[in-house]
Nanobody, 123 residues
Framework: QVQLVESGGGLVQAGDSLNLACVLS????????MAWFRQAPGGDREFVAS????????YYADAVKGRFTVTRDSAKNTLFLQMNTLQSEDTAVYYC????????????????WGQGTQVTVSS
C-alpha cells in the first residue's frame, strides 16, 4: 500500500521561501512518476511539478518555472518542492501524488495522493 505524507506548509509573506516534503512508503518506487499539485479555494487541482523516480526527469508548470524546484532523495524515499519568491497566487493546498508509471500531467492520471499541506502567502 503506497502512502504519501506531506509536510512543510505554512503562512509566509510574499517573496519568502518554503520547502515542502513528501515521505513515501510502500515502495519500491522505481518506474514511478511523482508530482506536486495544488488547489486554491474554488479552483481545480492543477499541476505544479513532476519528477520521475529514475532517472529524475523534471517538468514544471509555466507559473512556477524558475521559482520552484522539485527533487527527490531516493535513499530516504522523500520528495521535495523548494518554493522561492512566493506570491499570493501561490496560496493553495499542495498535494503530493504518485503514478506507478508514465502519466499525463493532470490530476486524474495519478493513483496515489497525500492529504495535502496548506501554503498561504500574504501580500
Amino acid at each position: 500500500q503506497v502512502q504519501l505524507v506531506e509536510s512543510g506548509g505554512g503562512l509566509v509573506q510574499a517573496g519568502d521561501s518554503l520547502n515542502l516534503a513528501c515521505v513515501l512508503s510502500g515502495g519500491p518506487f522505481s518506474g514511478y512518476v511523482m508530482a506536486w499539485f495544488r488547489q486554491a479555494p474554488g479552483g481545480d487541482r492543477e499541476f505544479v511539478a513532476s519528477i520521475s523516480w529514475t532517472p529524475g526527469t523534471k517538468y514544471y508548470a509555466d507559473a512556477v518555472k524558475g521559482r520552484f524546484t522539485v527533487t527527490r532523495d531516493s535513499a530516504k524515499n522523500t520528495l521535495f518542492l523548494q518554493m522561492n519568491t512566493l506570491q499570493s497566487e501561490d496560496t493553495a493546498v499542495y498535494y503530493c501524488a504518485a503514478s506507478p508509471g508514465p502519466a499525463r500531467l493532470v490530476a486524474g492520471s495519478f493513483r496515489y495522493w497525500g492529504q495535502g499541506t496548506q501554503v498561504t502567502v500574504s501580500s
